[in-house]
C-alpha cells in the first residue's frame, strides 16, 4: 500500500471523551482502568429501555462492564438534531467531528482550506451495529405492539447507518463505507480507504469505527462462557484469565495521502505504512471457533512486508489481547517466534475492556500517542525502547481472521 498519512484524530472511549484526555489516560493507565469500570455494578447500556423485573422476579445481573457514561451529546453537538440518533451513531459523530476539526479541515462546524465536503469520505466499521436500537424496537413490537414503533428511530437498525448520519452530520459527500468484519474491521478499514485514495474517489477520510455495550451483546457472551466473573478473573494476556469484559468506544483518524497532506500544510501525526490480513481454518469442521497463532502471525509478516519494515525495527507490538486465555496465548506465541522476547507489547483492552470493532481503531489512535511520546501500557511482554518508532497494532477475529497495520513516525 502506499503511506497514508494520519492528520487528525477523534476518540470516545470510558475512560475519555476526546484524544488528548484519551493521551493523558493511557499515560496513567492504572486510573484510567479505574474510571472506565466505576459505576459497572449499576447500569448496562441504556437501563431505561429495559423491562422492570416482575415482583419475586430474580435480582438483574450486575455486569462489569467499561461504558461511556458521563458522555452527553448535547454538551459536543448541541441541543437540537440528534434526539433520534442512538448511542454508536453519537459516539462515531463526535469522533469524526473531533477527527475533522483537530486535521485542521474544519473549524467551528464549517470547512476551511483545500478539503472540501466533496473531497472527504469515511471507511467505517462496527461488529455488532447499532443493537441496542434492535432491542428497543423489537421490545416494542414483543411488549406493547408494532403500530408504536417509532419510525425516526427504525433507519438505526441498519448496521451501516450510523456512518451514514456521521456524513449527514459534517456533510461529507465523498464515498461512505462500512466494514463488518468483527474484531478486525477497524483494520480492514485501512484497505478500503488507500483503495479509495489510491483510485482518487476522494483526498482524505475517516478510517475507524465503534461499537457500543448492550444488553443483549452481554447476555449472549455470558452464555458462551466468554465473561470473566469478577475482576481477579480478568487479566488480559495471562492464561489465567477466565475471559473478558466487555468494552465501548469510537475513533476516526483523517487519513489522507501524504503528499496532498505536506501540500496543504497539515501536520503529519504518523503514516500508516503496511497492512495485512489473514485467515486460519479451524483443524476440524465441527470446530466453529478458531484461536491460531498462525493466522495472526501472517498478517503481522504480510504488514511488515508491506511496509518494507523488518521486525528488528518495530518499537512496541499494540496487542488484542482482552481476557479470552486461547486467543491471548495464541498472539503472544506468534509476536514472539516473529519479534523475539524484547520487543514491548502493550494491551489497551486491559484499560478500557474489549470493544471489537472499536478497539482496534482506538488501538491505532494509541500508537499515534505512543510514537507522540506517551508511554506503551499496560505491558504484557518485552521492554520499552528510548524511542517508539514502529508500532504494529494487530486485531484477532473469532473465527481464525486476523489483521494488522504497522504505523511509523512520520
Known amino acids: 500500500m502506499k503511506p497514508l498519512a494520519i492528520t487528525g484524530i477523534g476518540t470516545v472511549a470510558p475512560f475519555a471523551l476526546d484524544f488528548e484526555a484519551f493521551r493523558a489516560g493511557l ?29 419475586g422476579a430474580a435480582e438483574p445481573l450486575a455486569a462489569h462492564t467499561a461504558e461511556c457514561r458521563s458522555f452527553d451529546a448535547s454538551a459536543h453537538l448541541g441541543d437540537k438534531g440528534h434526539r433520534n440518533f442512538d448511542r454508536l451513531t453519537k459516539y462515531l459523530i463526535v469522533a469524526g467531528k473531533r477527527a475533522l476539526e483537530s486535521a485542521g479541515v474544519k473549524k467551528d462546524g464549517q470547512f476551511v482550506g483545500p478539503l ?35 419510525p425516526a428511530r427504525f433507519p438505526n437498525t441498519v448496521i451501516n447507518a450510523a456512518a451514514g448520519y456521521v456524513s449527514i452530520w459534517e456533510d461529507l459527500r465523498a464515498p461512505n463505507t462500512t466494514v463488518v468484519n468483527g474484531n478486525c474491521g477497524a ?39 466468554a465473561i470473566a466473573e469478577g475482576e481477579a478473573a480478568w487479566e488480559p494476556g495471562s492464561d489465567r484469565s477466565t475471559g473478558l469484559h466487555l468494552g465501548e468506544g469510537a475513533a476516526y483518524l483523517l487519513c489522507e495521502r501524504r503528499a496532498d497532506a505536506e501540500a496543504r500544510g497539515a501536520t503529519i501525526r504518523a503514516v500508516i505504512a503496511g497492512y495485512g490480513t489473514a485467515f486460519e481454518p479451524p483443524t476440524h469442521e465441527a470446530f466453529l471457533l478458531n484461536a491460531t497463532p498462525v493466522a495472526i502471525g501472517r498478517a503481522m509478516r504480510l504488514a511488515l512486508d508491506d511496509a518494507g519494515v523488518p521486525p528488528s525495527a518495530v518499537s512496541v507490538v499494540c496487542a488484542s489481547a482482552s481476557g479470552l486465555a486461547r486467543y491471548d496465548v495464541a498472539e503472544l506465541h506468534a509476536i514472539e517466534q516473529l519479534f523475539g522476547t524484547d520487543v514491548a507489547v502493550a494491551a489497551p483492552k486491559a484499560i478500557a475492556g474489549e470493544a471489537f470493532a472499536a478497539s482496534p481503531a482506538l488501538g491505532m489512535a494509541a500508537a499515534v500517542a505512543w510514537i507522540e511520546g506517551t508511554a506503551p501500557a499496560p505491558l504484557l511482554a518485552g521492554k520499552l525502547p528510548a524511542q517508539i518508532d514502529v508500532v504494529v497494532v494487530t486485531a484477532m477475529g473469532y473465527y481464525g481472521n486476523a ?8
Do not use: M
Not at 34 to 54: I, N
Not at 403 to 410: D, E, T
Open 27 to 55: 499515560g496513567d493507565w492504572k486510573d484510567a482502568r479505574r474510571r472506565s469500570f466505576e459505576g459497572a455494578s449499576t447500569a448496562l447500556g441504556d437501563e431505561k429501555l429495559a423491562p422492570q423485573p416482575k415482583e
Open 116 to 150: 472540501t465536503a466533496d473531497h472527504v469520505g469515511i471507511c467505517s466499521s462496527t461488529a455488532y451495529g447499532s443493537l441496542d436500537s434492535i432491542t428497543e424496537l423489537n421490545l416494542v413490537a414483543e411488549l406493547e405492539d408494532p403500530r408504536y414503533i417509532n
Open 187 to 225: 483494520l480492514d478499514a485501512v484497505l478500503v480507504a488507500e483503495t479509495h485514495l489510491a483510485h482518487r474517489r476522494a483526498d482524505g477520510f475517516l478510517v475507524g469505527g465503534g461499537d457500543v455495550v448492550t444488553e443483549p451483546l452481554y447476555t449472549a457472551f455470558r452464555k458462551l462462557g
Open 403 to 410: 489483521s494488522a497495520v504497522v504505523i511509523k513516525r512520520a
